[in-house]
């Protein structure tokens, strides 16, 4: 089910996307229930379709509403892919470290996400299940020369024991707010010059129970209330 925990009584200056993919059971839905709620469930069945739940946090003294999209690993439940790409500037590509073929399959799906998302999406490869060290079948090292060689963020975590799932999650959204107040920074100037930025363009996002949220800003992946 989507859940949606608006606060409407707080100003949001950004609303960030981040889609979540990877093979089914890697951890996906749970890394989402860890970082907005604190949760875990070990009974996790298959997301069928697409689900997202939000998180507010501060930067900067800036109020960043995270909209984190989850969706099915298994092809015939997953949502349709344009769709489900659109208007997002980060993701998070999870395997699990104890299933060699998720992450055999992290190029595959590297390849659908440049496919469809913005050229400059941020990206994080996680490798879940850190907790299952005695059934590791990914050494650190490889997926480590792997996101390196592609440029890709790298952690391992676990949603069942909270290893770095908030710093997971914070990292993308800091390095999102990094280049979107650079690109706030260059549009401003780029409207004096009559130039055009090509950092994290997006598209419009619309949160149910909100008004579309592009306008103000120059860059409308993000809102500015
Ligand atoms: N040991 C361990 N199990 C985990 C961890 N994260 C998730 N699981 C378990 O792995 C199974 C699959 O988790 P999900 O979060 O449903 O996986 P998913 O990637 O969302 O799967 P799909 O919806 O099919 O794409 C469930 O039984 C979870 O409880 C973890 O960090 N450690």
């Given at each position: 089910m989507s859940n949606y925990q608006g606060n409407f009584n707080s100003k949001i200056d950004y609303v960030f996307k981040v889609v979540l993919i990877g093979d089914s059971a890697v951890g996906k839905s749970q890394l989402?229930?860890?970082?907005?709620?604190?949760?875990?469930?070990?009974?996790?069945?298959?997301?069928?379709?697409?689900?997202?739940?939000?998180?507010?946090?501060?930067?900067?003294?800036?109020?960043?509403?995270?909209?984190?999209?989850?969706?099915?690993?298994?092809?015939?439940?997953?949502?349709?892919?344009?769709?489900?790409y659109r208007g997002s500037v980060?993701?998070?590509?999870?395997?699990?470290i104890s299933k060699r073929q998720t992450f055999d399959h992290v190029a595959k799906w590297l390849e659908e996400l440049r496919g469809h998302a913005d050229k400059n999406i941020v990206i994080m490869l996680v490798g879940n299940k850190s907790d299952l060290e005695t059934l590791r079948a990914v050494p650190t090292e490889d997926a480590r020369e792997f996101?390196?060689?592609?440029?890709?963020?790298?952690?391992?975590?676990?949603?069942?024991?909270?290893?770095?799932?908030?710093?997971?999650?914070?990292?993308v959204l800091t390095e999102?707010?990094?280049?979107?107040?650079?690109?706030?920074?260059?549009?401003?100037?780029?409207?004096?010059?009559?130039?055009?930025?090509?950092?994290?363009?997006?598209?419009?996002?619309?949160?149910?129970?909100?008004?579309?949220?592009?306008?103000?800003?120059?860059f409308n992946c993000c809102t500015s209330s």
């Open positions: 989402l229930a860890r970082f907005a709620r604190d949760e875990f469930n070990i009974d996790s069945k298959a997301t069928i379709g697409v689900e997202f739940q939000t998180k507010t946090v501060n930067m900067d003294r800036k109020t960043v509403k995270a909209q984190i999209w989850d969706t099915a690993g298994q092809e015939r439940y997953r949502a349709v892919t344009s769709a489900y980060g993701a998070m590509l999870v395997y699990d996101a390196e060689k592609e440029s890709l963020f790298f952690m391992e975590t676990s949603a069942l024991d909270c290893t770095n799932v908030e710093s997971a999650f914070l990292t999102i707010y990094r280049i979107v107040s650079k690109k706030s920074l260059m549009a401003n100037e780029e409207t004096e010059s009559g130039g055009s930025s090509s950092l994290l363009k997006g598209t419009d996002i619309v949160v149910p129970g909100q008004e579309p949220v592009s306008g103000g800003r120059s």
